[in-house]
Nanobody, 123 residues
Framework: EVQLVESGGGSVQPGGSLRLSCDAS????????MGWFRQAPGKEREGVAA???????YYADSVKGRFTITKDSGKNTLYLQMNSLKPEDTAMYYC??????????????????WGQGTQVTVS
């Protein structure tokens, strides 16, 4: 069974930084899609950053140049470094994974596995 557990959320002032972590277990981590999504109150969920099955990275326009997605295959952990945070980044952030061989822009794909989320508040 695939399990994803996020951590690292919190409250920060505008311009600050946070690093989210996602510990993954239960599947072949290195060869599958993983990404970060977020959902603010009253808004639809949106893709933030993700790896496709070939290891290429994709970012939402709103976070390009500020957020960086990385992974540590040895630890089965996915990270999201968030810098220059803005109030509009406030949301619940979710780690997601999919075992399908997805290539290309995957931020609009409904991934098969999801974590419980970690709250990020910028104010």
């Amino acid at each position: 069974e695939v399990q994803l557990v996020e951590s690292g959320g919190g409250s920060v002032q505008p311009g600050g930084s946070l690093r989210l972590s996602c510990d993954a277990s239960g599947y072949t981590y290195s060869s599958n899609c993983m990404g970060w999504f977020r959902q603010a109150p009253g808004k639809e969920r949106e893709g933030v950053a993700a790896f496709d099955s070939a290891g290429r990275t994709y970012y939402a326009d709103s976070v390009k140049g500020r957020f960086t997605i990385t992974k540590d295959s040895g630890k089965n952990t996915l990270y999201l470094q968030m810098n220059s945070l803005k109030p509009e980044d406030t949301a619940m952030y979710y780690c997601a994974a999919d075992i399908r061989p997805l290539l290309g822009y995957v931020l609009d794909v409904n991934f098969g596995y999801w974590g419980q989320g970690t709250q990020v508040t910028v104010s």
